[in-house]
């Protein structure tokens, strides 16, 4: 895991050499005599020096503490990484540093990672399948280039729609309609229908399913699966 906030996610009180061998010392992935070597490798690996080991958290700027946190998560040899908004609280230049840092990991460790995001200029620079979730359910899940090529689900669009181009010039903003509804009481049938242009009374009663829509894509909208629904006369 590695987390969003760089300056809460790491132990002030460990030295950075602790934090980042403290799992695989817990759970024995790596002997003792052994582990010194492998905290000092990891670092190297994600840019730092080795001898940083001996240091603490606040001796850091944000970007190097996030190399750090990736640095504690390669260590416990994952098959899987999660990154939760791993570059939000950084400045763009460190952004791009981080996130090449982390292309380059993926693609040197044939790692899988689960990237979640809110940027989508990023989310598109690293993911190769995106899932758009509204409300904590998945509402479109596709390849990328497919996705930002031709979104299906209504609220896919209106994400994409709110997205500034440089190329695009002066234009006017289109919020989505309406309030975001409490996740803890969402609406009944598809939780977007009382901010969707489409909705029907099919919407407001029943939840919307993830149907195969083509191309290794799934939207979970009654437009592709059967229609909304006519409204009575
Ligand atoms: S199921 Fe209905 S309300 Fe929900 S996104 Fe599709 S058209 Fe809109």
């Not at 934090?19 to 052994?34: A, D, Q």
């Not at 979640?116 to 598109?124: A, F, G, M, Y």
């Not at 509804?181 to 009374?201: E, K, L, M």
Request: glycine fraction near 8%; charged fraction near 20%; proline fraction near 9%.
């Amino acid at each position: 895991m590695i987390h969003q906030d760089p300056f809460a996610s790491l132990n002030p009180r460990m030295k950075v050499g602790e934090t980042i061998s403290e799992g695989p010392r817990t759970h024995g992935l790596v002997p003792s005599s052994e582990v010194s070597a492998q905290t000092r490798a990891l670092l190297q690996q994600v840019g730092l020096e080795g001898a940083y080991a001996d240091r603490l958290p606040h001796q850091f700027s944000g970007g190097q503490r996030q190399r750090i946190a990736i640095a504690r998560a390669l260590a416990m040899q994952p098959d899987l990484l999660v990154l939760d908004e791993a570059v939000a609280s950084l400045d763009v230049s460190i952004q791009a540093q981080v996130l090449n840092l982390f292309l380059d990991l993926r693609r040197d460790l044939g790692l899988t990672a689960l990237f979640i995001s809110h940027d989508l200029s990023v989310v598109r620079h690293v993911c190769d399948r995106v899932a758009i979730m509204y409300l904590g359910r998945v509402v479109e899940l596709a390849p990328a280039d497919e996705l930002y090529a031709r979104p299906e689900h209504p609220y896919t669009k209106a994400l994409f729609t709110s997205v500034p181009t440089l190329g695009t010039g002066r234009r006017a903003f289109e919020p989505v309609q309406g309030e975001i509804p409490s996740p803890i009481d969402p609406p009944p049938g598809c939780a977007f229908h009382p901010r969707c242009p489409f909705a029907g009374p099919r919407c407001r009663a029943e939840i919307p399913r993830l149907t195969a829509a083509g191309a290794g894509r799934r939207v979970a909208c009654h437009l592709n699966d059967g229609g909304v629904g006519a409204e009575a006369a």
